[in-house]
């Protein structure tokens, strides 16, 4: 099993349209747990972070973490194509004690 | 807010050359500094952690190395490149006396053809 795990897609969504990006990780000890972006040749950036159970806003994007399930999602309200990247999930491991990629889902949106 | 630099910004060597890619950054003290490899269609893969000047872990045991002259300069390096070293290499740093749990951000990488 993998540590951290991403459906690769490429999650096809239309313009204004809600993306629902999902995460699923294997240490119940972990701690922090991130969502960045990556556009095709570019390096990561940031999109949120989130450290507690439910959900935390900021804009259009809306991070959620289940920590007894062991899942982490994006939601991207009124997807944009400028939104068509990779997302790249990130989880703080607590027994690996170094932080822990993803490969990434590919989002589409289609204009 | 702190500004990662990274060069050269691409790179084509041939297999059995020396390698040095480097790393600096701005606007923060102390920070953690991390470098990472991420293949063709594969995640990132931790290589090297650094939490002060000349204090290395190394992640994955391979023909590279790495070097923190510096506070806020960290190097990569190889005697004798493969074909398995090509990939995006991205420098990563944490803000300056943070948790190693906290937010890491990334400079703009080197992308890296050995041929």
């Known amino acids: 099993q993998k540590e951290v795990e991403q459906n690769s897609g490429p999650l096809s969504v239309p313009e204004g349209a809600i993306a629902s990006l999902n995460c699923t990780y294997s240490d119940r000890g972990s701690q922090s747990f991130f969502w960045y972006r990556q556009y095709s040749g570019k390096s990561p950036e940031l999109i949120m972070s989130?450290?507690?159970?439910g959900d935390k806003e900021d804009g259009r994007f809306t991070a959620q973490l289940n920590k007894a399930s062991q899942y982490v999602s994006l939601l991207i309200r009124d997807s944009q194509p400028s939104d068509s990247a990779t997302y790249l999930c990130?989880?703080?491991?607590?027994?690996?004690?170094?932080?822990?990629f993803g490969t990434g889902t590919l989002l589409a949106v289609q204009p | 807010s702190q500004t990662i630099h990274q060069w050269p910004a691409t790179l084509v060597q041939p297999v059995g050359s020396p390698l040095s890619l480097e790393c600096t950054v701005e606007?923060?003290?102390?920070?953690?500094l991390y470098w990472y490899r991420q293949a063709a269609g594969r995640g990132l893969q931790l290589l090297f952690y650094s939490v002060g000047i000349g204090q290395i872990s190394s992640e994955v045991p391979q023909n590279l190395s790495a070097s923190r002259p510096q506070d806020r300069q960290f190097i990569l390096s190889s005697k004798k490149l493969l074909l398995s070293d090509s990939g995006f290499y991205l420098c990563?740093?944490?803000?300056?006396?943070?948790?190693?749990?906290?937010?890491?951000?990334f400079g703009p990488g080197t992308r890296l053809t050995v041929l």
């Open positions: 989130i450290y507690s159970n």
């Open positions: 990563a740093c944490t803000h300056g006396g943070t948790r190693s749990t906290d937010t890491q951000y």
């Open positions: 606007g923060t003290s102390n920070p953690n």
């Open positions: 990130a989880v703080y491991g607590g027994a690996t004690n170094k932080l822990i």
